[in-house]
Structures are given as C-alpha cells and as structure tokens.
C-alpha cells in the first residue's frame, strides 16, 4: 500500500471500517478498521488497526493517548512507536515536529511539502510527494493523520 504515491481513503462503511484503494480505479489497498470490542470503547482507547489488502497483514495501528486530548499514538506492526499525531500535526517517536497540515498541505518541519490531502466524493485523497517516497515511517504518520481527520 505505501509504495502507492496516492491513496483514496473511503468513508466508514456499515461496519465502520475504511477502505484505503487506489484513487484511478479503485483497486484495493488495504482497511483500518477498530479492534477492541466494547471493553476498548468503554475504557475510551480503541486501537484503530491499518492493514495490507493481501491476507491482511498489520501495517500499523493507532490509539488515542490518555493524557493529551485529541492525540493520537502510531505504532508499527511491531509495536513500537513511531510517532503522534494531533489535529493535523505530525510528531516523530522523538517528539519532533514531522509536518504540520496547512489547508490542502502536509508541510515538513523545514518547509518542504511531504504530501497533499484533498476531499473528494469518494473520500479523502492523500498523495505523497517524491519528498517521501522512500520513507514509510512518514508514509504511516501521514495516513494515520489522514484517518485522524
């Protein structure tokens, strides 16, 4: 999935999952959808998992953090962190500004554009820019933003 240099993110089906496809055509990508049943909404932390389309396959998950309103913590496959992201602003594991959205725009800590998002009917498109096309960590903080908003 994030070898795309764009993806659709689709509105919540009946399910409440999203799924991610390509934007020309629609060939799936992958799915995030909630984990947790109803003891993780009780207890205010549902994990939003992001999959691969082929056998599904974790890519990345994304929890709400219990001391930062509105913050959100990314985490790889493997559980460790890389990153948070809040309101449109993007934070590395360390806690260094990553990118901070600006109307259509995902801009970098040093003022290069990482990736545009825009709303369509279908959803929400995010496109990388070159500027990341060989980083997945950002890739993932990016989309976990996108899903955030």
Not at 48 to 70: K, M, Q, Y
Not at 97 to 105: I, Q, S, V
Not at 124 to 135: C, I, N, Q, S, Y
């Amino acid at each position: 999935m994030l070898e795309s240099p764009s993806l659709l993110v689709r509105p919540p089906d009946a399910a409440a999952a999203r799924a991610i496809v390509e934007p020309q055509g629609g060939a799936p990508l992958g799915v995030a959808r909630r984990r947790g049943g109803w003891w993780g909404c009780w207890l205010g932390r549902p994990v939003l998992e992001v999959r691969e389309h082929e056998d599904e396959p974790l890519l990345f998950t994304v929890r709400r953090l219990w001391l930062w309103p509105g913050g959100r913590e990314v985490r790889d496959a493997d559980g460790r962190p890389l990153g948070t992201v809040r309101a449109g602003r993007v934070w590395d594991r360390f806690g260094r500004p990553l990118a901070c959205r600006a109307g259509e725009a995902f801009g970098g800590a040093d003022g290069r554009v990482l990736a545009l998002l825009r709303r369509e009917p279908d959803g929400v498109r995010l496109t990388f820019t070159p500027e990341v096309e060989a980083d997945p960590l950002v890739k993932m903080l990016l989309l976990a933003s996108a899903l955030d908003g």
